[in-house]
């Protein structure tokens, strides 16, 4: 079993996005993955909590942060109530010399809180403001709440997903917020471009539906086409075949794409089925297509009589692309996610063994790698850090005795 790579923290450690900062109120997921691009490569990404802290604290597994500790590595964390007129001004203090601000309340909160867009490009001309909810600033549904949940089912990707005599399949992960993340982040990086080559701060409207909606194309132009529904095919495409998971001798899984004539013909050659090449029902893959299940269980079968690492010792020679479906325990093991470092580990008091497994850095960059300053904060860590330069130790000591900056909470217990 390879060793996962150990990296430590290195609080002088600097990035690309040094000099920047970000204040980020929003919370859970979407908000967290977008700043966490920013955070990766130097940004000062300062979380505005509340006293009870973002609510993706809540998800722990075995009493530990563990989603929090990953998303929200190289953070730092501020603890403050905006119930309070001080600390909607404290805010206000922390935009004048910020790059972005980042929220995720629903629409109206934010001006209701009196930092609407407007009172913020006041302060700050050239601020990029982020704002991410379910359904976007406008629109019919803008009032309402938005999980990812929802929009993973509105967006037409449930209802492709499964079986079709199953019931449509909802992701087991967050995939609506990563994708909004993701997206936000990068439309993030053209405003900011744009303010500091002259232009004005903007306002960015990020739905959690768009973005996912969008990376389903062009399923509306293939329905104006054919008028068809895409069923759900589970693992099989509608595009291409062979395409499927197959399972080996040994309960082990594979997954196979052959989505060119090339490759459909290598996988035949390589099972010693080279007749099935001029074979009518597979010459091509519109014919494919039309005789998939012939196809798979030709395949499924020659696979089904081999152990898991045979198939892919088999297929690899070959040049097949043929792979493992690999769960989490095959993957915390694999060589390929460690010797890359998909995979590290990071020191971490409350794992078992003093060591958190967590992501590298996605994608690689060259000349500015992504760097591990600090883990995910405490809440309220960093207020003396962030607060003192902003208000002054005074005004910081008047804030603190009114309980509208909250003390670093003291280190707790994993439950």
């Known amino acids: 079993m390879p060793e996962i790579h150990r990296k430590q923290f290195d609080p002088a450690a600097r990035g690309a996005m040094d000099g920047v900062r970000v204040v980020d109120l929003s919370r859970l997921v979407a908000g967290n993955v977008l700043t966490k691009v920013f955070s990766d490569h130097g940004a000062e990404v300062v979380k505005v909590e509340p006293p009870e802290g973002d609510t993706l604290r809540a998800w722990r597994v075995g009493g530990v942060e563990t989603s929090w500790k990953t998303i929200c590595r190289n953070k730092k964390s501020v603890c403050l109530n905006l119930k309070t007129p001080d600390g909607i001004a404290t805010v206000k203090a922390l935009v004048k010399d910020a790059a972005m601000f980042v929220e995720s309340f629903r629409p109206g909160v934010l001006e209701a809180m009196g930092l609407a867009p407007d009172v913020l490009l006041a302060i700050n001309p050239k601020l990029v403001i982020v704002r991410i909810s379910g359904w976007g600033q406008d629109g019919p549904y803008s009032h309402k709440p938005g999980f990812g949940t929802l929009v993973e089912g509105y967006s037409g990707f449930a209802a492709i997903n499964g079986f079709e005599d199953r019931e449509p399949v909802l992701p087991p992960m967050f995939m609506g917020d990563a994708y909004a993340g993701l997206y936000g982040a990068s439309v993030a990086m053209i405003a900011l471009r744009h303010a500091e080559t002259g232009g004005a701060g903007q306002v960015l409207d990020v739905s959690l539906f768009e973005p996912l909606f969008s990376v389903l194309e062009p399923q509306i132009a293939n329905w104006r ?52 090449i001029t074979d009518p029902r597979f010459v091509n893959n519109p014919a494919r297509l ?42 915390e093991r694999d060589r390929y996610t460690v010797e890359r470092e998909a995979l590290i580990e990071v020191p971490d008091e409350d794992m078992p063994d003093g060591w958190l497994p967590m992501h590298g850095f996605v994608p690689r960059l060259s000349g500015t790698p992504g760097i591990l300053a600090r883990p995910a904060p405490r809440i309220g860590e960093h207020n003396d850090e962030i607060l003192t330069p902003v208000l002054g130790t005074a005004e910081l000591a008047r804030l603190r005795a009114a309980g509208v900056v909250r003390e670093a909470a003291p280190k707790q217990a994993a439950e």
């Open 225 to 276: 086409l054919t008028q068809k529904r895409k069923p759900r095919t589970g693992s099989r495409s509608t595009n291409t075949s062979p395409r499927n998971a197959y399972r080996t001798k040994d309960g082990g899984w594979v997954c196979l794409s052959a989505s060119t004539q090339g490759m459909t013909e290598k996988l035949l050659r390589s099972i010693g089925r080279e007749d099935l």
């Open 290 to 331: 039309q005789h998939w299940e012939e196809l798979d269980a030709i395949i499924g079968g020659w696979i089904g009589e081999r152990d898991l690492a045979a198939n892919l010792d088999h297929f690899d020679k070959a040049g097949v692309t043929i792979g493992p479906i690999m769960d989490t325990a095959m993957l």
